[in-house]
């Protein structure tokens, strides 16, 4: 096992062991070559991956961190609490097309979320090879099952006794089973079997490359070229990484190619620049998979064709005299270049806001191209603001917030021109702009117009750490980017005004506080859906119907946004005006309400509860419109599904009927009406969630109604992912009459 990385808190060696000891036990049980296992971190939403197998750490490092609110196979298990398994490419990229934008390889996995009860850890992660068009066996899942039970047993116990079971580091990386079933394997040391072809020409090239990078790597064959691996000093590399060995080979370039031949069982074949000793001499290379590792082959050839300048090499300081850019080698850069910016374009398909257009970019963008810093502006009444900035130090963009359009500087220019200016150093950017405040001496910067169909709408600065050529077609993808932000961040603006609107309308339309009755108390609760999701069309109203009577009303309208507010309002006004216009009963209620949605012809339907009250009695008659079943705690404490038969939905059918339920509330007895925001769990049946709003209702005990709702809602209300907005209505008996 590899030291252990320093993650502060409590974490244990016994933490570190038995997290590594189930990621090689998850991958035996499931036919794997390579897993891990992520869990909480102490960031909210965020997943960090704390042990690896199988694979070396540093290929992994860009899903390291995982936020559970992104399309990944690894959040979905997360959130769901439901394994997520993926046989094969095809089912991965129909489901899940982000992660194979970025592992665009044919392989299988498998994702088993690891929680004991309510409380959820992590998950597991195993890679084995694809099996198309055949299913994960069941003894697969019930073997990984076993694992994530064992786990989540085994986290708990270190959780009582004082350790911490969240994750704030880099993973525990150890080896791998081996085939034969061993404890260790070829993972963090990448065996090399180095092969020649040229015997009297290759050796010898290799031979002088290898010896400036890490010593003798064929050993010394007299002059003739021909001892080759099997000489006795190529065994010194063994357990050594690769990239270790032969520093030339460890650019971010060909990080794909390894990705490739550990996750394909299929040969992979690239160019790669040697070190700085051996200018303009560049190798074939070969990496042919094998059971345990991969043997890698090096064959003399030409440069190619495609070989940009960059990137810097290893080890240029930033300001270094005279620094200059690396080549980077071969066409497999474009291919690596591509990934990132691929997954980011998906990506931005799928963010609303623009706080969440922003995180994308700073989670996608940076990483494709080594930025370090991000800032983006809006362009707003002929000033540009400061929307979003990570990386620079505190406070330095301030002085350039809210800048007119008739000011020099580089992030107006770009806008104004709607040309991209890049600087491959500060003094290029410091001697173009004199005077300009700068926030370091060294580094890079690039500044992107943000246009969007002719319309401008703001700029994007990336800054980098140390001076960087920015070869012809990062500048071309870069640009292209520019413009998909551009979209996303315009997008993102409509809904937000929108979102605003529908909030409004919604505020507007719902009961500001609800009448009082005697024997009778009433208190309710909305959330809106978390950031990033429309305004939905839940509502809940009181009203008194004359006689001493009170109409409990719930009710949830089919969509989201501004449309579903406005039908909303409509049906509170229709139910309301039916309760007020006479003594009806509650069946003729909804059939009204139903036939007025169907004339005004929305295109959308909702459910409906309907509760008339004698608050004297405690007789209740209901009536139920395709909506979740309200709970009944008796003044026992026993609390009950009630068994409403109902109809359909309103907006649907105009013949349809709405058959009344009568029973009675106890003096001490709490009725609870909810939409079904409150109960619905992705990936869950709604029966799991309405057995947990029972259970709750159950414990909540003598305890004030208010508080009571606040207790209900408030586990639903910490979540950062609730896609539905929750509206929550409680009626208790207080006396006997």
Known sequence: MTARPDIGGSVTDVTARVLARAALDAVRAAGGYAGGVYLRSGTEGLLRMASLTGIPGRLFRPWWRMHVNRPYPVAEAYRSGQPVHLPDAESAVRRYPQLMAGLPFPFGSLYEPVYRGSLRYGVLVVLRPATPGLPVATADRERLRAVADRLAGQLEALAAGGASVTWDGDPVCVPGPDPAGGASGAVERLDLAVLSVDRQGVIRFVNSAAREAAGTLLGADGGDGTEGAEGAEGAELGGRLLWEALPWLGHPAYEDHFRAVLLAPEPVHFRARLGPRQPGRWLSVGLHPGVDGFTVTFTATERPAYAPESALPPGAGPGAAGARSTPLGSPADRASALYRPVALAIALTEAVTARQVSAVVTEELLPAFGGRQLAIYLLSEGHLHLAWETGFPKGFLDGFDGVALDVRLPGV??????????????????????????????????????????????????????????????????????????????????????????????????????????????????????????????????????????????????????????????????????????RISPEQVMHGTNRLLIDLDPGQFASCCYVLLDPATGRALAVRAGHPQPLLRHPDGRTEVLDLPGGVVLGIDAEAGYPVTEFTIEPGAVLALYTDGLVEIPGTDIDVGVERLRAALALAGAAQLTETADRLVGEAGNSTDRPDDIALLLAARTTAP
Not at 437 to 460: K, N, Q
Not at 512 to 532: D, F, I, K, Q, S
């Open 413 to 582: 220019e770009t806008l104004t021109s709607g040309r991209p200016l890049f600087f491959e150093s500060m003094e290029h950017l410091a001697a173009a702009y004199p005077g300009i405040p700068l926030d370091t001496h060294h580094g890079a910067r690039a500044f992107l117009p943000l246009i969007a169909s002719g319309r401008p709408v703001g700029s994007c600065i990336l800054g980098f750490d140390t001076p960087r050529d920015f070869s012809q077609e990062e500048r071309t993808v870069l640009t292209a980017l520019a413009g998909l932000i551009a979209q996303a961040l315009e997008r993102a603006r409509r809904y937000d005004n929108e979102a605003e609107l529908a909030r409004g309308l919604q505020a507007a339309l719902l009961p500001h506080r609800l009448p009082e009755a005697e024997h009778v108390v009433t208190v309710a609760r909305y959330l809106p859906g978390t950031a990033g999701m429309d305004i939905g069309g839940d509502w809940y109203d009181v009203i008194d119907a004359g006689g001493g009577l009170l109409a409990l009303v719930i009710g949830d309208v089919q969509g989201h946004g501004v449309a579903a507010a406005a039908t909303m309002g409509q049906l509170r006004s229709a139910v309301r005006a039916f309760t007020l216009g006479g």
